[in-house]
């Protein structure tokens, strides 16, 4: 049977507030809240609730038979927590249903896969964690930022434990194979890989309006497809239902009448994690270099393409083991979400999608002032004159001293008690 | 195609970029191999680039008739013009210009600069223009800023052929507001008799369509563009502690000085290795050198006076950061200049140029705490003065006369049908 995976994205950041060289040092705070709150109110009003609403009708109509996922970004739980907590009661409400799947995704929504290993797995651990405590379940499927994926990545995914993971179709990638079937990683073959059909994915998410597509005709392309070819896997951002395409364009009842139409065509839904019980492997895909979902060259070039968000990025992770040790809880959240995908994006010449700023400069200059206050606060609690192994030595000494108190405490504690009884006895 | 284009200035020996824009427009046009350029100037030097335009002095175009021997004329000014030429033209005086004060040969002696008796010298133009007129073979006229629309107006006049200005400034510009009523007068006639406007900005076309009444239709922008730097390897940056931020031009109200001094003792709060540099003249200079006194950061902020020719470039070159904080600036040609020798460029939104540069970083003008913190990021970050400055190279030179030139002539097509 042919089966459409559908998944949506969310990811909104952590807007920086015009932050000028001379508060480096004084000003801690590093966000425009008005203006990603307007973003996140505008997106929630607009998109998210509609949108959850009608899939909650969807999967009521069709008696479950309609099936998503969802990949929040944990920065954005945070925001939604914070400014709009209606949205993540909607989201359990629909993972009550039992048709929707939350992935797993870096917390950050940031590029540690390919610039801090050790980091990408701490994100991913810590999102899945989030996951599960919100909504109940843990995640199998790993939805990287970007849809960002390489042999590399893949292997590092595997190692922890998932078992399916999401791609892009990438042209250099796939070559002549066909991204409807279900491949795996090229020498770890029990990771599993969805190709997302960025061909009719983008119908759906750029193009919809435009060419005034029906969900009747949508779904006689997907039931024309070659005899064999049967995972189609759709991936959007979830904003295109009501804000990329506006409500008035039709999308919601587009996405509403899918289910009647697919099931016509004896077409159903499934859920990433489901697909590796339902299908077998069509082969392995081999991705030397990492890809992403982005443009038609599918590369990182929107966040690392030029000089300066190289530089950016290297002076970001170049802290990341000794942000690691501390424990400043601020500290470590403004480490987070100064990682977001989006402020790198920003720092592009030709692709700065979503921006704020007036220039990839004044993106860069705002992003280095507020990274050299952050540096400098990295550098208060751990000077650079130590090095890491000494430094990791130095706290391990510290931690275990703790213990040993304890220990000797309890003992004191204990021998203090003793004397006691020996009075008594005599 | 032949055009006859009335000017001020033309290079080597300019006073602002008047001159330089003329003189890269000029040569970008002569590119098109059926466009014959006659350029009249007020006073020659000799040594002018000619082979690619003819220039005509109005110095040695005579307004009144007086008779002199081939000879005599030949050894006053055979170097400038050919004396069979001077007779020629002697033949178009057709008016009555002796209430002008003339010398032996029947011309006026123009300054060539910007005297305090312009006006009378812009009308004296507008004579050696209707001399022109009646005798020079042309299809178009072609006149560059308010100084020469006299001359053109006269000229189409007599002539009856097209004459198109070319609007290199405006007085709202180097005014702040405020204003000649004279100069107004003549760059609003010259607009309204002008068969079609150039400006060198969007910014100069708004003032031009809002402030002179002009038909939006009948105005359209040609950026100016630069020439290639022959010399550009010649130009190198010598290794030093301190960054150097410099600021070039006139020191007046026009282009902003106070902003550059302001956000100067702001970059130096925070950081000490840094020096300011301020290199030009100006009646602003003065009131400069107390208000960097006055900040207390007169030991990092210094003046070289008034730069030419080749310091320009070397000073540009020695920099790591150029500024134009102008208030407004129909275009600005210098920060183009800087990015030719791989300086990164501040310049304030309120610039013509800042509509066609992306690699720059743009400011409002009053807006000092944006430029200190674009100061401190190019200085501290290596990567951004790498970017700004590769990009900023490749970006200029790709902004060529030629491309401008073919604009100027699809304008003279369109008003000639």
Redesign the interface.
């Known amino acids: 049977m042919r089966n459409i995976c559908f998944y949506f994205q969310i990811h909104l950041p952590f807007l920086l507030k015009r932050y ?3 508060e ?1 040092g004084n000003d801690h705070y590093y966000y425009d809240d008005f203006q990603t709150r307007e973003r996140l109110d505008y997106l929630v009003e607009n998109s998210y609730l509609n949108a959850n609403r009608t899939i909650s009708e969807m999967i009521r109509s069709s008696n479950g038979k309609f099936r998503c996922a969802f990949s929040i970004s944990g920065v954005t739980l945070e925001l939604f927590e914070q400014y709009a907590p209606e949205v993540i009661d909607s989201f359990k409400a629909l993972a009550k249903t039992g048709s929707v799947e939350f992935l797993a995704e870096p917390y950050a929504h940031s590029l540690s896969s390919v610039y801090d290993t050790s980091e990408f797995e701490r994100q991913v651990k810590m999102h899945a964690d989030k996951i599960e405590a919100l909504f109940g379940k843990r995640p199998t499927t790993l939805f990287n930022s970007e849809l960002i994926y390489s042999d590399e990545i893949g292997e590092v995914v595997s190692k922890m434990g998932f078992k399916t993971m999401l791609m892009d179709e990438a042209k250099h990638i796939m070559g002549w194979k066909s991204p409807n079937y279900l491949y795996n990683h090229s020498y770890v073959p029990k990771l599993k890989l969805i190709v997302r059909n960025y061909k009719l994915s983008d119908d759906i998410a750029l193009r919809f309006s435009g060419i005034g597509l029906t969900a009747e005709t949508f779904v006689s392309w997907i039931a024309n497809l070659p005899q064999g070819e049967n995972l189609i896997s759709l991936g959007m951002g979830y904003e295109v239902f009501g804000s990329t395409q506006p409500a008035h364009t039709g999308i919601f009842d587009f996405l509403k009448s899918l289910p009647y139409h697919a099931m016509e065509q004896q077409i159903g839904f499934v859920l990433p994690s489901e697909i590796s019980k339902k299908s077998e492997s069509a082969g392995a895909l081999l991705a030397p270099y990492p890809i992403s979902w982005v443009g038609s060259d599918k590369d990182l070039t929107p966040w690392t393409g ?3 968000q ?3 990025l290297n002076k970001l992770y170049a802290v990341g083991e000794r942000v690691r040790l501390c424990t400043d809880k601020a500290l470590l959240l403004d480490w987070l979400i100064l990682q977001s995908t989006d402020h790198f994006r920003y720092m592009s ?1 030709k692709d700065a999608y979503g921006t704020h700023y ?2 990839a ?2 993106a ?2 705002n992003y ?2 507020v990274l050299a206050d952050f540096l400098e606060r990295v550098q208060a609690q751990y000077p650079s004159s130590i090095e890491n192994e000494e430094l990791n030595e130095l706290l391990k000494t510290i931690n275990h001293q703790e213990k040993e108190i304890e220990k000797l405490e309890l003992e004191i504690e204990k021998l203090k008690a003793k004397p006691k009884k020996s009075v008594e006895k005599l | 195609m032949k055009a006859l284009m009335f000017g001020w200035e033309f290079p080597p020996h300019i006073l602002g970029g008047l001159g330089t824009a003329s003189y890269g427009l000029t040569k970008g046009m002569a590119l098109q191999s059926d466009m014959e350029i006659t350029f009249v100037i007020p006073k020659p030097h000799g040594d002018e680039d000619q082979s690619f335009l003819k220039i005509i002095g109005a110095c040695n175009v005579p307004v009144v008739w007086k008779e002199n021997s081939w000879d005599y004329v030949n050894q006053r000014i055979g170097s400038m013009m050919k004396p069979d030429e001077f007779f020629g033209l002697r033949d178009g005086i057709k008016y009555d210009f002796r209430r002008i004060y003339t010398n032996d040969l029947g011309c006026v002696d123009f300054s060539g600069r910007y005297p305090d008796n312009l006006i009378e010298e812009i009308s004296n133009y507008e004579a050696v223009a209707s001399v022109l007129a009646h005798k020079l073979d042309f299809d178009i006229i072609h006149s560059h800023d308010w100084l020469t629309y006299p001359a053109g107006v006269f000229a189409k006049q007599i002539s009856g052929k097209p004459l198109v200005i070319h609007v290199h400034a405006t007085d709202f510009d180097r005014s702040r507001g405020q204003v000649n009523p004279t100069v107004y007068g003549i760059e609003k006639r010259g607009m309204d008799v002008a068969d079609h406007i150039m400006t060198v900005s969007d910014l100069t076309r708004k003032i031009v369509i809002e402030k002179y009444h002009q038909d939006p239709r009948k105005v359209t922008t040609v950026h100016n563009a630069v020439e290639p730097l022959p010399d550009v390897e010649s130009f190198k940056k010598t290794p030093r502690n301190d960054k150097v931020v410099t600021f070039l031009g006139r020191i007046t109200m026009q282009k902003g000085p106070e902003y550059f001094v302001e956000a100067a003792y702001r970059v130096l709060q925070k950081t000490k290795g840094v020096r300011f540099v301020m290199a030009g003249s100006g009646d602003m200079m003065n009131a400069m050198i107390d208000l960097a006194a006055k900040r207390g950061i007169a030991d990092r902020f210094h003046f070289t006076g008034f730069l030419k020719g080749r310091q320009v470039h070397e000073m540009l070159a020695e920099s790591d950061v150029y500024i134009m904080p102008s208030v407004s600036e129909p275009f600005g040609i210098s920060p183009l200049e800087a990015m030719q020798v791989g300086t990164p460029t501040i310049i304030s939104k309120q610039s013509g140029c800042a509509e066609i540069l992306t690699h720059a970083i743009k400011t409002d003008y009053w807006d000092i705490d944006a430029m200190a913190d674009a100061i401190y990021s190019i200085v501290k970050n290596p990567a951004m003065f790498e970017s700004l400055s590769k990009l900023g190279l490749e970006e200029v030179n790709n902004i060529k006369w030629y491309d401008a030139g073919l604009k100027v002539r699809r304008i003279y097509d369109s008003v000639m049908q």
Do not use: K
């Open positions: 000028r060289f001379f480096i030029n000089d300066l190289q530089e950016a010449h007036d220039s400069y004044e860069f200059m280095m002032n």
